[in-house]
């Protein structure tokens, strides 16, 4: 009978696999416990390499073989690109607003006081769902809404996603990141009045908080709304790549910081980007890079500034 033809194998590359080696005979092995295992025998460290003879240019050619390593880290602002396609919506008015006073204690963010009123439901219907239809946002292919969990912005969610045929796999809950602005000592005021007070501090110094309270709600600054804003588009950014994603936020400032960040605008100025009850509005990004320059604060009166 005729032998049958050994397997054709295909000429070996730089990424090849070596080749096993041929198991040596019982009586050649040597030691108490046999051959070594192929795992033993495969951690070679780099200078016992080169002490065996092994070349650099084939220990380049191992590396180039490695895999690419994960990449995630902060997006940079301004941000001259992303991965994915962004829309930020305000949600409708609460019932405090409509009670004519602000409530940003995150203790209360879930409770029934935050929830729609009968304006803001009208909001997100009359306004929200009809800007996103215009925009043609959740509607050719499907997107991910990215809702606080303050109860008028996670039902401004499952609004617009029940009527635009999103499945309710697609909202994801954020906790903290896109939680409306901590007005400090501001909060209980009527919403016209505590806005202007903070935007005033805000036009001061985009650092200088409001006054603190005892009620344990935040008192924050233009920059600490950017940095948890920051956090959030990085995890999405990492998360995602060529989606549709919506953030839904409960207040104007959340927002307006994020887009005057992404366009490389001074924070100070950020009121300027406000958003209405129920806007929706794309992301714009900057036409230019951020800078890699290092960046220098004056302090005029130390310590109060740092």
Request: aromatic share 6%.
């Amino acid at each position: 009978m005729a032998p049958s033809p050994s397997p054709v194998m295909p000429p070996a590359g730089p990424c090849s696999p070596a080749p096993r080696p041929t198991p040596a005979r019982p009586d050649a092995q040597k030691g108490p416990y046999g051959p070594p295992s192929d795992l033993a025998a495969a951690r070679l460290s780099r200078r016992s390499a080169l002490a065996g003879g092994l070349s650099l240019a084939a220990l380049g050619a191992l590396q180039a073989c490695a895999p690419p390593l994960a990449r995630a880290s902060l997006v940079q602002f301004p941000t001259p690109r992303l991965a994915n396609d962004y829309y930020l919506v305000r949600a409708g008015e609460t019932e405090a607003e409509a009670l004519g006073y602000v409530d940003t204690n995150p203790v209360n963010k879930t409770s029934m006081i935050n929830s729609l009123s009968a304006e803001g439901k009208r909001q997100v219907v009359g306004r929200a769902l009809k800007s996103m239809r215009e925009l043609g946002v959740c509607t050719a292919s499907s997107c991910w809404f990215w809702p606080s969990i303050a109860m008028n912005a996670y039902q401004t969610a499952e609004i617009l996603a029940a009527v635009l045929g999103v499945s309710r796999d697609r909202i994801v809950p954020e906790y903290s990141f896109l939680d409306a602005r901590g007005l400090g000592d501001f909060d209980q005021l009527p919403p016209r009045e505590a806005f202007t007070l903070a935007h005033a501090n805000d036009a001061a110094s985009s650092r200088q908080r409001p006054p603190p309270t005892t009620t344990g709600t935040p008192n924050e600054s233009a920059e600490d709304v950017m940095v948890r804003v920051r956090q959030m588009l990085s995890v999405t950014e990492t998360q995602y790549s060529g989606e549709t994603v919506v953030f839904v936020a409960p207040d104007s400032d959340t927002l307006s910081v994020l887009q005057a960040a992404m366009l490389g605008m001074n924070l100070e100025a950020h009121p300027t980007l406000a958003f209405e009850p129920g806007e929706v509005r794309q992301a714009v990004l900057s036409t230019e890079g951020p800078s890699m320059e290092p960046v220098r604060f004056e302090c005029k009166r130390p310590p109060n500034c740092l």
